[in-house]
């Protein structure tokens, strides 16, 4: 029994210590592509960011780079009639979300793909925490995909070509300055 227990608890360590490992890899690794690691969005801003957002009973909003679901799940819950898409492409967020989200499926839905490899036209409301390089192409990917009048709201970075409407402080976590302004545009 005792061995039974050891072995037991060793597994689940070394399961730990590899899921560990992915965490830190993926993270390191999203950073030297200049692509935006997983990086949650504090939760004492998502208030401030549906205030700005603007949502309206049909809206169509969209997470790109949902990681795990925080943003879709409180836009989910402060609307009850609206839909909902996130898309990531790490396997481990999407895993999270898919929970978080549950109780809404009829009206969202999570994918583990890229952004760039789907069309954005359906989206009627963007929210993005990415990195500066990915706002750039996305910036020329929304010319060509969004219906006029797309609110797009960007966390702490922004669009090289475009000004934004409106420019919002969010509070500042007490341990960190991660997240600073939230920048609204419309397409
Ligand atoms: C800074 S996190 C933001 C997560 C979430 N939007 C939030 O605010 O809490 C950025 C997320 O974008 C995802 N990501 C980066 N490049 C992506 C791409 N090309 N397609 C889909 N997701 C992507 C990352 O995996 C990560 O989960």
């Known amino acids: ?20 490992g992915i965490f830190i890899y ?15 969005v504090p939760l004492q801003d998502l208030e401030t960011i ?33 839909s909902a898409v996130g898309y990531d492409i790490d396997l ?17 839905k999570v994918y583990l793909k890229s952004f760039y490899r789907v069309n954005l036209s359906r989206a009627t ?17 929304f010319d060509q995909e969004l219906k006029p009048g797309t609110v797009v709201a960007s966390v702490d970075f922004t669009f090289p070509n475009k000004s934004p409407l409106k420019i919002i402080d969010l509070e500042k976590p007490r341990a960190f300055k991660i997240t600073k302004k939230l920048y609204i545009y419309t397409w």
């Open 26 to 40: 993926g993270f390191i690794r999203d950073i030297f592509k200049k692509s935006a690691p997983f990086l949650p």
């Open 1 to 20: 029994m005792k061995i039974f227990l050891i072995c037991l608890l060793t597994l689940l360590l070394i399961l730990l210590i590899i899921s560990f």
């Open 125 to 141: 409301h963007i929210f993005l925490y990415l990195y500066p390089e990915v706002l750039v192409k996305l910036e020329n990917k």
């Open 50 to 82: 549906q205030k700005h957002l603007n949502l309206n009973s049909d809206s169509v909003f969209y997470d790109l780079g949902s990681g795990d679901g925080r943003v879709l799940n409180y836009m989910l819950k402060k609307h009850p009639t609206i």
């Open 92 to 108: 481990a967020a999407i895993a999270l979300s898919s929970l978080r989200t549950w109780r809404y499926r009829a009206r969202a």
